[in-house]
Each structure stands twice: as C-alpha cells, then as structure tokens.
T-cell receptor, first 108, second 112 residues
Framework: GIQVEQSPPDLILQEGANSTLRCNFS?????LQWFHQNPWGQLINLFY???GTKQNGRLSATTVATERYSLLYISSSQTTDSGVYFC??????????FGAGTILRVKS | DAGVTQSPTHLIKTRGQHVTLRCSPI?????VSWYQQVLGQGPQFIFQ???????GRGNFPDRFSARQFPNYSSELNVNALLLGDSALYLC???????????FGAGSRLTVL
C-alpha cells in the first residue's frame, strides 16, 4: 500500500514565525488532503490538493505529484495554529492513508 | 447545513462488552467511512460504505462491523471489546467515492 511520511514530527515556533511542513508519498495519487486536528480531536479540512498550489489566508499548500511530495506553508503563525497537521492520500475508494502527523506548538 | 455528526461523543465500556457508534453524514453525501485513531497516531481506515454497500475494509478483525442505512447514516459496531480498542473513532462523509472527505468530531471510546 501507499506509504505517507511527514516531517518534521515536532515543531515549536514563536508567534509570528513561518513554517513549512512536508509530506512524501510513495505512489501516484489523485487525492491528497491536509488536515488540522484541534485539541478536541476534530479533523479540519485545510486543503484538497492533488496537484498545484492553493492559498487560504495565512496557509498555502503545494503538491508536486510527479515528485510525490506536498508542502504546507504557515505564515505569521498564531497560537491558534497549534495542533497536529496531517497529510492524507487516497489509496482507493475512500480509503485515506494518513501520515503520522506533525505536532505544531506556537508559543506567544 | 450541519456537518458530519457523531454520537455518542464519549463513552466508557469494559472488556468483553460491545459498542455501537453512530454517524450522520452531511446532507446529500452518500458515502460514509470510518477511521480509528489511537493516541499519538494518524487515523486508520476501518470501513467505507457507498450507496449502502461496503466498498472497502481495512485491516481490522471481524469484531468490527458496520452498516449504512437508507438515509445514508451509518453505524459502527465493535464486539468483545479489548483494551486496545480504546481510541477516537472518526466518521467521514463525501459526495461519492474519491471526493473530498469531511470528518465528524469523533466518538472517544475508553475500554477498561
């Protein structure tokens, strides 16, 4: 099956700093999503981005499908950005394969 | 429009008992998927249902079963609970297969 690797596993930032989270996947995909999991466990959709670049406020994402990686950029980080960020790719049907996540802590 | 709703939000069971978790998809969504998230790990796929038929099953024992109803809501059943079944159980819905998945807030199960 598809393997999904995320880096870094942990990240501590000072408020206002920028960061880049990376997701590598082992096979070609036509569905890739980035999620933010808040402290209560809710998985929030950030981006559906099988290829190309998208931006939403301070967040943007780029997927280079031919090279099998995706990047999530967070600019001017805020304490509310803290949580776990997951990359997930669709293997078949609606089976999403998740990475292990990046734990982000933003300090004020 | 309401998002994906799951019930109950929290529950505590003892080993050997069974549990039923419920999920209502976003209106118009016909596909429901279930995921298990153990503490410190990413969610793991359990089942997918589309148009009331099972379309995918992850690597989980037969103690896990699910079904989808005519109104597209779904139930996940787990029998003979083990301590290792303690986890956050997430339901996701989508318009059809291969579309963007939207997750509910989850049901947190503790097995004592």
């Amino acid at each position: 099956g598809i393997q999904v690797e995320q880096s870094p596993p942990d990240l501590i930032l000072q408020e206002g700093a920028n960061s880049t989270l990376r997701c590598n996947f082992s096979d070609s995909v036509n569905n890739l999503q980035w999620f933010h999991q808040n402290p209560w466990g809710q998985l929030i959709n950030l981006f559906y981005i099988p290829s190309g670049t998208k931006q939403n406020g301070r967040l943007s994402a780029t997927t280079v499908a031919t090279e099998r990686y995706s990047l999530l950029y967070i600019s001017s980080s805020q304490t509310t950005d803290s949580g776990v960020y997951f990359c997930a790719v669709m293997e078949y049907g609606n089976k999403l394969v998740f990475g292990a996540g990046t734990i982000l802590r933003v300090k004020s | 429009d309401a998002g994906v709703t799951q019930s109950p939000t929290h529950l505590i069971k003892t080993r050997g008992q069974h549990v039923t978790l419920r999920c209502s998809p976003i209106s118009g969504h016909k596909s429901v998927s279930w995921y298990q998230q153990v503490l410190g790990q990413g969610p793991q796929f359990i089942f997918q249902y589309y148009e009331k038929e099972e379309r995918g099953r992850g690597n989980f024992p037969d103690r896990f079963s699910a079904r989808q109803f005519p109104n597209y809501s779904s139930e996940l059943n787990v029998n003979a609970l083990l301590l290792g079944d303690s986890a956050l159980y997430l339901c996701a819905s989508s318009l059809s297969q291969g579309h963007v998945l939207t997750f509910g807030a989850g049901s947190r199960l503790t097995v004592l």
